[in-house]
């Protein structure tokens, strides 16, 4: 199975900052990775698609880039609603492995 | 509008039996993957299964080979989770999800999966 590790499991940040988390496979996955947002009682959704594409609707503040093994979900300025847990899945082979998740807190 | 709605959930002994169900609305459920994903309280996301179109391809998370299966009715428009030999750590909520693959999306066919539309889920406890 392909482990998924993010970091950091939680951080804090102001509204305005600009924000990175990583997340990196123990293989090989070329691009097949997808990140998701998750709010308290809320289902994930869909933010970005192999690794780089922006879900319709979600804003361009929210960006992603890596290949192989190494990827990064960044928010280039923190908005009070983007406060959430962000989660990364590989999507290259089954069982379809999901990132541990990191929760973005406010400052 | 594209939703999936789950029900079935609830409270089950060890060793007992829960089918989950999910009906799909809005968009043509014949044409896409389904999945099942899970989350225990206060923990992260956790992928369990999913089919294919016409159901001939499953597959499966190894905690649970051989005590969940999936299934589909394409008339009906809904998807299953039967769930049997319940153990506390299958405690969890469980989403239905649509998995677009192969699908054009913005002029490209991605071949792998996209989970685009959740659930709400429905929750799962089990305990005696």
């Known amino acids: 199975d392909i482990q998924m590790t993010q970091s950091p499991s939680s951080l804090s940040a102001s509204v305005g900052d600009r924000v990175t988390i990583t997340c990196r496979a123990s293989?090989?996955?070329?691009?097949?990775l997808s990140w998701y947002q998750q709010k308290p009682g809320k289902s994930p959704k869909l933010l970005i698609y192999v690794a780089s594409s922006l879900q319709s609707g979600v804003p361009s503040r929210f960006s992603g880039s890596g290949s192989g093994t190494d990827f990064t979900l960044t928010i280039s300025t923190l908005q009070p609603e983007d406060f959430a847990t962000y989660y990364c899945q590989q999507t290259y082979s089954t069982p379809l492995t999901f990132g541990g998740g990191t929760k973005v807190e406010i400052k | 509008e594209v939703q999936v709605e789950e029900s079935g959930g609830g409270l089950v002994q060890p060793g007992g039996s829960l089918r989950l169900s999910c009906a799909a609305f809005g968009f043509t459920f014949s044409s896409y993957w389904m999945d099942w994903v899970r989350q225990a309280p206060g923990k992260g996301l956790e992928w369990v299964a999913n089919i294919n179109q016409d159901g001939s391809d499953k597959n499966y998370v190894d905690s649970v080979k051989g005590r969940f299966t999936i299934s589909r009715d394409n008339a009906k428009n809904s998807l299953y989770l039967q769930m049997n030999s319940l153990r506390a750590e299958d405690t969890a909520v469980y989403y239905c999800?649509?998995?677009?693959?192969?699908?054009?999306?913005?002029?490209?066919?991605?071949?792998?999966?996209?989970?685009?539309?959740w659930g709400q889920g429905t929750l799962v406890t089990v305990s005696s």
């Open positions: 293989q090989s996955i070329t691009s097949h």
């Open positions: 999800v649509r998995d677009r693959r192969n699908f054009l999306v913005r002029g490209v066919i991605i071949t792998r999966a996209q989970f685009d539309s």
